[in-house]
């Protein structure tokens, strides 16, 4: 914390007047119902990075549709020499690129405005372009595995050039025992036509075709429950509005649990063929493998976060005295513990926070944000028909794209703070590996994200004056801990033991998911220590996790924000040391396995230090939290 200090101690006068001031006086553009064509320039990503119009997107498809259509004819003999192999290999890097690119250019254009046809068209022709490009290349890892280490090996040792390749190829020869002969292959991949049926239907029945509740505020208003007033309203200060509204819609959401538990049964049967086919043991074991990361890691997180309860349990607790409740119930977790503080910040504001916490990573870090600002990677504030949300994209050979939907609140600023780690993170390894070894792990994924929040809320706390806004900052925080780390280990053990139910041979009916879903809820939360009542209406919030069809997924935004907490906060005691480290785990891309790369940054996640030390960690805010109570009392 020192050498943070003496870094951006010159800044901080300036930064804490700038955030001390209320919103009321802070001017937020509203373009909510302003149609995409109307919305200045200077507030819209630079959509003509990718290409300068329609046409020329549709002409560098048929360019792609072109290359894919000689890949039958180049394919028969690529492995017979080091150098016809690194020459297909430069080929199928060029297809990707494109490919990566037109997806970009349709997948931002449809983001941008929903209501356009044409871009749903395009990203759809996309994806039909995708399986068949899919489907062609079944031929690739049979080739490798007949090609062998000791062929390879020579081929390295005269073509340079496949040094580029080298990681992948290695990769796929790892795999040997998992992949199916060529023709078998070809079948396998044709499931992609239809592996996503269950989670599409079930997005479609969620968000479109479940009719939905009304109910009536205590202010007397009339609101439909959709999904995003339930989100919007579970967080009333009213105690008996939110309580209202969760129960209300739990109770319709019931009406669809055997449609909803069948969709879910038939996704995890489908991750259990997938597995089979390749000959694993089971899911968790072949989702693993992918990445090579250790079963142990997915048991050791479980396993820490069971024997840490405690500071959740804490926090609960000194939220229902802050919230001044009799009884802390589980509608009440969303409710803002610090609903008084109200604070708006200008996107300009927001900028120049991002750029100074971030000054301990260096100049060139800082220099590609101050890029990032002024080259319009940023989509920055809502219009009609825009997605909602944010999220953020690297385009090798461009640059990352980040959707925002910039409001003012101080979530908003932390949300910029967090995909803008993304956004670097695609930099960094974009600029520094080659495209094979550009995209990183997904078991990454979360790390330089959740590090660029610890920093933001570590500059905050260091520099800002007010207790009740610093109360709120760790309120944020500790419950993006609640959310991010207890509640997506709930979810992955959740998920371990739907996968585990269908691997015996049983089928995961709505009342085997309820009663399972409601015992780890109640569980996590201390429902039985009296820490928080969890009511059988939420037994089925399974059925509303779309994650839960994405394979074993959800465990990494836990260990990601262990790794990161880890991370920021060896950048923080020994800046030299660990900016280049943490800096180089970021260049690194792909270019080695996820708990390969994090050890070398001073990270172990097959050990239980980063588990320990996070705790800790939420144990010391929590004990700050303490002490700004006692002070306001």
Known sequence: MKKMKHIILVFAAILITSTMTTGQDKKIPDYSLTERKDIPVEYTWKIE????SDDEWKADKESAAQLIGLIDGLSKDWTSSAQKMREFLDFLTDINIKLTRLYAYAGHQNNSDLSNTLYQSMVGDLQTMYVGYSSKLSFFDPNVLKLGEEKFSEYLSSEPGLENYKFQIEDILRNKNHVLPDEQQKIVSMTGLFAGVPSKTANMLNDVEVPNAEVTLSTGEKVVLNYANYVKYRSSANAEDRSLVMREFWKNQMQFKNTLSILQDGAIKQHLFSAKVRNFGDCLEARLFSDNIPVSVYEQLIKSVKENLKPLHRYLTLKKDLLKLSTFKYEDVYASSVPSVEKLY????ATEIVTEMMKPLGNEYVEVLKTAFNSRWIDIYPNKGKETGAYSDGVYGVHP???MNYDGRYNNVSTLAHELGHAMHSYLSGKEQHYANSNYPTFLAEIASTFNENLLMEYLLEYEKDD?????????YIEQIRGTLY??????????EMHKRVEQGGTLTADWLNEKYL?????YYGHNEGVCIVDDYIQNEWSRIPHFYMNYYVFQYSTGIIASMALSNLVLTDNETYREKYLDLLKAGGHGYAIDLLKTAGV???SPVPYNEAFKRINHLLDEMEKIVSRMK
């Open 49 to 52: 990075d990718l290409y300068q």
């Open 346 to 349: 200008e996107y300009n504001e």
């Open 401 to 403: 794209y980040v959707k």
């Open 468 to 476: 009740m806004f610093k109360l709120f900052i760790l309120d944020n």
């Open 487 to 496: 509640r997506q280990t709930l979810f992955a053990e959740f998920e371990l």
């Open 519 to 523: 015992s780890l809820t109640r569980e």
């Open 604 to 606: 172990d996640m097959t």
